[in-house]
């Protein structure tokens, strides 16, 4: 369905129901508040804009999106063959999000410098009320065609070849990032450097090692906790399963849990992690790396699942 909602936005025939505008971004991390900074960039026809959003909507259309076999929840892990979506409300990315929207509705007009690190192409409708498109590309569009591996030339207005030394803008007919509708759409992990989504991600592993202690699960939690918070990827806790963490609140479901992961219990019926492989087995199991086959009941470790619509 997914699929169909971002065909639904990038219908190029659509582009001239929203006014458009373009601003480039520069980052500089050592700025913890604000990182960001926008610059609204001028055209000198406004078709041109418009012209380049149809383009990129069509090509988005064809090239990206008609590719895909399917749009999954981020994950951490993109197969190549999909797109990942994520809320813009997850605690991954809401407030990175929240700071790149600020500095957005903050952009500067003064003129940009020929180094920046990217560029966002905004729509907001004019029939449909706070219905936006944003596209974010994480390149630098400004560049110098003349550099160490090529020298170019134009022609004059007296027909002779004259060195062109000036820098130009290319606009990319791709994008990495795609947000409508609070959702944010992404087709490749470039998004994770763009909102440092590393240091969020630690963030993300300390609440979810919490909620997994608060089950009362465990013969020694502080053991547990101390385990898990040598767990070497913040990435896997993206996937923490509430309903995972439902089954070890019950001491009957708990009991097969510890059984498939070899996991001892004590008289209570609670965990004993007295290891960090245990401890290990355990968060994969929470964040749905670890599941049990059906038919040959053999314990399988998997990266990504992703469940089939039949």
């Known amino acids: 369905m997914s699929k169909e909602i971002l065909l639904d936005i990038c219908n190029s025939e659509a582009a001239e129901r929203y006014t458009w505008s373009m601003f480039f971004y520069k980052i500089d991390r050592r700025s913890r508040e604000q990182p960001y900074k926008f610059y609204k960039v001028r055209f000198k026809n406004d078709q041109y804009l418009l012209s380049y959003a149809k383009s990129l909507m069509n090509s988005v259309r064809k090239f990206q999106i008609a590719s ?9 892990v993109n197969t190549k063959i999909s797109c990942d979506k994520i809320a813009l409300d997850h605690a991954l990315i809401s407030a990175p999000w929240a ?10 007009g003064d003129k940009v410098g020929e180094k920046v690190n990217g560029y966002v192409l905004f729509g907001e409708s004019q029939v449909e009320d706070n219905k936006t498109i944003t596209f974010i590309k ?17 022609t004059n207005a007296q027909d002779e070849l004259d060195m062109f030394t000036d820098t130009v803008c ?38 979810a090692i919490d909620a997994i202690v608060a089950t009362a699960a ?33 001491k009957h479901k708990r009991a097969d849990i510890a059984n498939m992961l070899k996991i001892d219990l004590d008289e209570l019926g609670n965990f004993i992690i007295d290891s960090k492989e245990k401890a290990s087995y355990l968060i994969k199991y929470l964040c749905f790396k670890i599941f049990k086959d059906g038919e040959t009941s053999d314990v399988l470790e998997a990266s990504t699942i992703s469940p089939l619509n039949i």
Do not use: C, W
């Open 170 to 207: 290319r606009l990319y007919l791709n994008t990495d990032i795609l947000v409508s509708e609070n959702i944010m759409y992404t087709f490749n992990h470039n998004f994770e450097t763009l909102f440092n989504i590393e240091k969020t991600m630690a963030k993300v592993k300390n609440v």
């Open 68 to 76: 895909i076999e399917s749009v999954q929840d981020y994950d951490g």
């Open 218 to 250: 465990f013969s020694d939690a502080e053991a547990f906790k101390s385990y898990a918070l040598q767990y070497t990827s913040s990435r896997t806790f993206i996937t923490l399963k509430p309903e995972r963490i439902k089954r070890i609140e019950d």
């Open 138 to 154: 994480t390149a630098n569009p400004i560049t110098s065609l003349t550099n160490k591996r090529s020298v170019i030339f134009t």
């Open 99 to 108: 700071i790149f929207s600020r500095a957005l509705g903050a952009a500067s």
